[in-house]
């Protein structure tokens, strides 16, 4: 019996799609600074909501919206910055 190569998809493509799938391949991924604060944006807004909406203390309830504007104002200043 033999033992079949591990799969390559690379192996699947015809010759001629091989070097255009190659060129349009990132070498390295990495997230830009600016998506690492849009996530931080995202989630202080996601906290704001879960202060908004949690039952149990009016002191968390009173600075929900002020936890969700700063979050909104965040998001609109980095998502201005360049990639």
């Excluded at 909406?53 to 980095?78: D, E, H, K, R």
């Amino acid at each position: 019996m033999t033992s079949d190569p591990p799969y390559q998809p690379d192996n699947q493509l015809p010759e001629s799609l091989r070097a255009i799938v190659a060129d349009q391949m990132p070498i390295e991924i990495h997230r830009s600074r600016r998506g690492r604060l849009e996530l931080i944006a995202i989630g202080i807004m996601a906290l704001g909501a879960l202060m908004m909406f949690q039952p149990f203390t009016i002191a968390l309830y009173s600075y929900s919206f002020l936890v969700i504007l700063a979050g909104t104002l965040m998001f609109i200043i980095v998502s201005h910055f360049p990639e």
